[in-house]
C-alpha cells in the first residue's frame, strides 16, 4: 500500500483509530448502535491519507466499520442481556428477515445511489430524533408491536439499510420500540442485539463482493481491511462495557436526550454532504 503521509504522521493516524474505536465502544453500550456512522467517515479519511484508490475507499470504509461492529455489538449484546434488559422475543422474531436484508444489502452496495441512501438517513434520523427530543408519550403509535408479517418487512428494512450505511441497526430498532411505548433502556438493550446479527453476514458479504477487486490496499480481505479493524477493535471492546453501565445508570429522558442528540448531529451531517 502506498502510505501518502509522512512517517511522522503515521503516529497521529493510529491514534485517530483508536480515538474512533474509544467513540465505537462507547456508542455500542450507550446506544445500542454499531457505530459504524463515527467510523465509516473516519476510515474513509484515514484511508483517503493513506493514498487508497477513491474508487475503494468508501467500500473500504463500510466493509471494514462492519467487521470492527462484529466485537464490539457482541460486547455490548452481552452486557445488557447479563442484565436481563434484552427482549429475546422480538429479536428471535425479527432475525431471520434481518438476515435476508443484509445479504440483500451485500449484493446491491456496490450499485446504491449513495445520495440516495443520505436522504433517507436524514428523513429517519430528523423524525426519531423530534419525537424524542419532545418526549411526548401520547405520540405512540400503539403499545405493542404487530407481530408478522410486519416484523419480517420491518426487519428486511433494517437489514438491508443497517448494511448499506455499516450501522448496527440499533436506531431503528430502538425507534420502533419506542414508538410502541417500551422504555429506552428496554429499547437500547433489544437494539444491541441485532447488532451481531446485521455485522457479521454484513462484513462477509462485502468480503465476498471484494473478493476480486484490484486496487485493495495491504491487509485487505475483499472489502475488509483486517489491519484498520485489529487498531480500532481493542479499543472499542475495552469501551463498550462503560457505555453499558451509563446506560443503565441513567434516567430514561437522559438516554433519550443522548440518543436523539445524537441521531440529529448525524442526520447533520447527511444533509450537508448532500448540499456540498
Excluded at 18 to 39: D, E, K, M, Y
Excluded at 256 to 261: D, G, I, K, V, Y
Excluded at 264 to 274: D, E, P, Q, T, Y
Aim: proline share 4%.
Amino acid at each position: 500500500m502506498d502510505v501518502g503521509v509522512p512517517l511522522g504522521e503515521v503516529p497521529l493516524l493510529v491514534v485517530a483509530l483508536l480515538a474512533a474505536g474509544v467513540v465505537t465502544g462507547l456508542l455500542a453500550g450507550l446506544l445500542g448502535i454499531g457505530g459504524g456512522s463515527i467510523l465509516v467517515p473516519v476510515l474513509y479519511e484515514v484511508l483517503g491519507a493513506l493514498g487508497v484508490d477513491e474508487s475503494v475507499r468508501m467500500h473500504l470504509a463500510v466493509g471494514t466499520s462492519l467487521a470492527v461492529i462484529v466485537p464490539t455489538s457482541l460486547r455490548s449484546f452481552a452486557g445488557h442481556r447479563a442484565r436481563g434488559a434484552v427482549d429475546m422475543d422480538l429479536v428471535r422474531s425479527m432475525a431471520p428477515a434481518v438476515v435476508a436484508g443484509v445479504c440483500l444489502g451485500a449484493v446491491l452496495a456496490r450499485y446504491s445511489d449513495e445520495a440516495v441512501l443520505k436522504a433517507i438517513w436524514v428523513a429517519a434520523a430528523s423524525l426519531i430524533s423530534l419525537k424524542l427530543f419532545l418526549g411526548r408519550d401520547d405520540r405512540r403509535l400503539g403499545d405493542a408491536i404487530p407481530g408478522q408479517p410486519f416484523r419480517a418487512i420491518y426487519g428486511a428494512f433494517v437489514g438491508l439499510l443497517s448494511t448499506l450505511m455499516s450501522i448496527g441497526g440499533g436506531v431503528f430498532i430502538t425507534a420502533l420500540m419506542t414508538f410502541y411505548g417500551h422504555a429506552m433502556q428496554r429499547a437500547v438493550a433489544t437494539s444491541s442485539a441485532f447488532g451481531p446479527i446485521i455485522a457479521i453476514p454484513g462484513a462477509l458479504g462485502f468480503i465476498w463482493a471484494g473478493w476480486h477487486v484490484a486496487g485493495l490496499p495491504a491487509g485487505s480481505l475483499g472489502y475488509v481491511n483486517l489491519l484498520g479493524a485489529l487498531l480500532i477493535i481493542p479499543t472499542s471492546v475495552l469501551a463498550t462495557p462503560l457505555g453499558v453501565r451509563i446506560a443503565h445508570g441513567i434516567s430514561r429522558r437522559k438516554l433519550e436526550l443522548a440518543f436523539a442528540t445524537f441521531l440529529a448531529l448525524v442526520g447533520i451531517r447527511f444533509l450537508l454532504s448532500l448540499i456540498a
